[in-house]
């Protein structure tokens, strides 16, 4: 049974360009967060869909965006980006209301 | 809202030793509480979780952590450490809605053969 699957593992972007990041959640899951782990801290919340819709939103700029599709697949989308922004993001699945989430691998994000 | 310290940035301890990683939270409504993993290179891993019931939990691997409501604390224990039990550890709160984790900063681990 695949977990959480996240794509690409690994990716370089410029400053002020605008970026994708995919993830495919557990077999079962219908709950999709997404949180920004900066080098030597705490993973922090972004937001968190549920039926397509953002259910709660962390303390985030309006240049973090997302969606959710029919199939419960999620993908985040940042524009503008900043050197700042450089981190890793991890999504992270559960059935609704469900406090158990699995966390995918994460996506390395590089702002140069 | 909720916050998680995490009292110790790095724990360094000799194979075989028993170890304890501290956690304080601090929040106006109940609270779950969890313990992560993080492997070099991976993503969170859970080791356990707190609910409802006994304050003592069991998890994975070995570990258990206790909560004390009255000091807030919710301490990672482990009778006998591994070089395998080398990574970094991240205490994490939730409302009991769950819909947002709120993480510690981190322990980092290191076993000393």
């Known amino acids: 049974d695949a977990g959480v699957t996240q794509s690409p593992t690994h990716l370089i972007k410029t400053r002020g360009q605008q970026v994708t990041l995919r993830c495919s959640p557990k077999?079962?899951?219908?709950?999709v967060s997404w949180y920004q782990q900066a080098l030597g801290q705490g993973p922090q919340f972004i937001f968190q869909?549920?039926?397509?819709?953002?259910?709660q939103r962390g303390n985030f700029p309006d240049r973090f965006s997302g969606h959710q599709f029919p199939n419960y697949s999620s993908e985040l989308n940042v524009n503008a980006l900043l050197l700042g922004d450089s981190a890793l993001y991890l999504c992270?699945?559960?059935?609704?209301?469900?406090?158990?989430?699995?966390f995918g691998s994460g996506t390395r994000l590089t702002v140069v | 809202a909720q916050s998680v310290t995490q009292l110790d940035s790095q724990v360094p301890v000799f194979e075989e030793a028993p170890v304890e990683l501290r956690c304080n939270y601090s929040?106006?409504?109940?609270?779950?509480l969890f313990w992560y993993v993080q492997y070099p290179n991976q993503g969170l891993q859970l080791l356990l979780k707190?609910?409802?019931?006994?304050?003592l939990v069991k998890g994975i691997n070995g570990f258990e952590a206790e909560f004390n409501k009255s000091q807030t604390s919710f301490h990672l224990r482990k009778p006998s450490v591994h070089i395998s039990d080398t990574a970094e550890y991240f205490c994490?709160?939730?409302?009991?809605?769950?819909?947002?984790?709120?993480f510690g900063t981190g322990t980092s681990l290191t076993v000393i053969p």
């Open positions: 869909y549920y039926e397509e819709e953002e259910r």
């Open positions: 929040s106006s409504v109940s609270v779950y």
């Open positions: 994490a709160v939730s409302d009991p809605a769950g819909n947002q984790f709120y």
């Open positions: 992270a699945s559960s059935r609704d209301r469900d406090v158990s989430y699995t």
């Open positions: 707190y609910l409802s019931g006994s304050t």
């Open positions: 077999s079962g899951h219908d709950t």
